[in-house]
């Protein structure tokens, strides 16, 4: 067995040995009977938070209002949440007021989908108190009790419904997209945050076509992002994509701008660099200088954008470039604007970098040896017809 859920157990077991009931929940309990590896675990507890922190000797306090300890064990985090009630949600999101309950049957009634609520004991028996395996066999996301109302007192749900789709490859189920549909308006209610969060799961996933015709049917894309078209190219799509092309396509289609989301620096200035490596090689098709200024991974980003807009493929064609650059930075390049500057008087000094920019196409494109004394013979030339024209 391996050993986080053989420490898990020891947790378990600790726990209920000091007269608590102990479970694993959620996604490790689905994952598992999936046979799907996780690399967390949840658990449930009778024990109050307070109790659980007696017992272990390392807890953080991760979301004690909600009644979360985060216990970490054997180089391992487990959360441990005591067994709540449903409470009163307030603004469609997390509910307002939080209340303990001694009943494993209450805190698994106020858990999202079936598939969610299966727990395990300490000995890996499973319980199943809404029918979770059988939507787990037949590959069903089904809220636990009214869709709509649970729906309602939670929007983020909707999205994590698409998430779940777009990891595991599962259907909604018909009552569960239906009230997705009817609610779907609510997902306006919930933080930028969130939802990129969510998004940003189920753009990378391996299913995230299926949540998105999903999205598309029941009118959700149109009413989240205010259009349908981008995410009717991407679910139409006849090859997997990652999130930074998916949000790049978001962008060139819908005109979505990434200034208005919460991305980090660095998600966002990869979006960014694909928007503008599409827009120079559309139907124009790549250089060695595009390969060379933002690097094959984001070339191959712009030729996925370009295809799902009709290009050809050019996919060997950047590999085949970026595999015969003959240099990697502009700092490789064999002469700086000062040799040029040294070795020719201008008249115009903006025509030294103008020529090193030359000398770097040429080299990039193969038509001149990346060594100094070819280089400077070429900035002759070159300059020699700048200097004339000025
Ligand atoms: P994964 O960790 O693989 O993304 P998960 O099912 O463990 O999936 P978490 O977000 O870690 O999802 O939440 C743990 C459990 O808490 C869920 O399985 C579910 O039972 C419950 N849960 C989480 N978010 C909600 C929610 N918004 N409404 C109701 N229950 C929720
Ligand atoms: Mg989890």
Not at 117 to 124: A, I, P, S, W
């Amino acid at each position: 067995m391996d050993k986080l859920r053989e420490t898990g157990e020891r947790i378990l077991r600790r726990l209920e040995e000091a007269g608590h009931e102990a479970y694993f929940v959620g996604g490790f309990v689905r994952d598992f009977l999936m046979g799907r590896i996780t690399k967390d675990i949840d658990i449930t507890t009778s024990a109050r938070p307070d109790d659980v922190k007696k017992l272990f000797s390392r807890t953080k306090e991760t979301g004690a209002a909600f009644g979360t300890l985060t216990v970490l064990e054997g180089g391992f985090a487990f959360e441990v949440t005591t067994y709540r009630s449903e409470g009163r949600y307030d603004n469609h999101r997390h509910p307002g007021e939080i209340a303990f309950s001694d009943s494993l049957e209450a805190d698994l009634s106020r858990r999202d989908f079936t598939i969610n609520q299966l727990v395990m004991d300490h000995e890996g028996r499973v319980k199943d108190h809404f029918d979770g395996r059988k939507d787990l066999e037949k590959g069903l996301i089904r809220t636990i009790g009214d869709a709509g109302k649970r729906f309602e007192e939670d929007a983020l749900r909707m999205l994590r419904a698409f998430r779940f789709q777009a990891v595991l490859g599962f259907s909604l189920e018909e009552k569960t997209a239906r009230a997705a549909g009817e609610k779907r308006h609510l997902i306006h209610e919930i933080s930028i945050e969130r939802v990129q969060d969510e998004l940003l799961k189920l753009l990378s996933a391996p299913h995230a076509r299926k949540a998105l015709r999903t999205m598309l049917e029941i009118s959700f894309a149109q009413t989240l992002f205010g259009s349908d078209k981008a995410v009717s190219v991407l679910a139409g799509s006849r090859y997997r994509f990652d999130a930074v092309t998916a949000f790049a396509i978001m962008a060139v289609v819908d005109g979505l701008d990434i200034e208005e989301w919460r991305f980090s620096k660095s998600f966002a200035a990869k979006v960014e660099t694909v928007c503008s490596l599409h827009e120079a090689t559309y139907q124009k098709g790549f250089t060695p200088l595009h390969v060379f200024e933002k690097g094959r991974r984001a070339s191959e980003r712009a030729d996925r954008v370009n295809r799902l807009l009709g290009d050809a493929n050019s996919r060997e064609k950047i590999r085949e470039i970026d595999k015969r650059l003959p240099i990697r930075e502009r700092a490789d390049l064999a002469v700086k604007g000062g040799d040029i500057a040294r070795a020719y008087p201008v008249k115009n000094p903006e025509n030294i970098g103008k020529t090193h920019e030359e000398l770097l196409r040429a080299v990039l494109e193969g038509r001149i040896e990346n060594d100094k004394e070819s280089l400077l013979q070429a900035a002759a030339r070159i300059l020699e017809e700048k200097e004339g024209k000025d």
